[in-house]
């Protein structure tokens, strides 16, 4: 999957507990972006980020947190879990332009109890 | 062809035909779309972009039209194999903020 690893790749978890999903790349690509996909919605985007410590909400980022400490690491955070978030999430990586020629992980399906 | 409500349009094809899928969408400043493969358990795949200065494009095996006065996209996969089996799915970049925009999708059968 385009050197894009998500971890972990399944999660369990409980409401209102804290949740953060890694994604690492090994592409050096600037922009990474964090998608959740539903039944019925197709893929929403959460969070995205264009370079080290820039990032900017997407469709679907309340509840959501991200932080970009380095080029290959792109981290979400649920502060505080809720059932609405049990979803499947992708995290995506492309190069030059933003949005254009996305490559996904291959995912993580959070369950949140 | 594509759809974004909660039912997902299935195309049956033998192998070895031609599929063709289908996506309309909605807003006509769209510049650029893009196809993914998703097979189950997995993330979408890259197959094939398109800007919207051109009215075709081919990679290996597949094409993609585009006819911007309907506002429709079609991806096109010559000999479909088994392993074409899987969810297909446009996304125009358009809105605000010139995000990327997915439908449901489209699921591709492919019978022995």
Redo the contacts between chains.
Sequence with gaps: ?AGITQSPRHKVTETGTPVTLRCHQTENHRYMYW?RQD???????IHYSYGVKDTDK??VSDGYSVSRSKTEDFLLTLESATSSQTSVY?CAISEGT??????????TQLSVL | GESVGLHLPTLSVQEGDNSIINCAYSNSASDYFIWYKQESGKGPQFIIDIRSNMDKRQGQRVTVLLNKTVKHLSLQIAATQPGDSAVYFCAPREGAGNMLTFGGGTRLMVKP
Excluded: I, M, T, V
């Design positions: 999957d998608y039944p019925g919605h197709g893929l929403r985007l997407g469709e992708f933003a949005n254009e020629k996305l490559f996904f992980g291959s995912g």
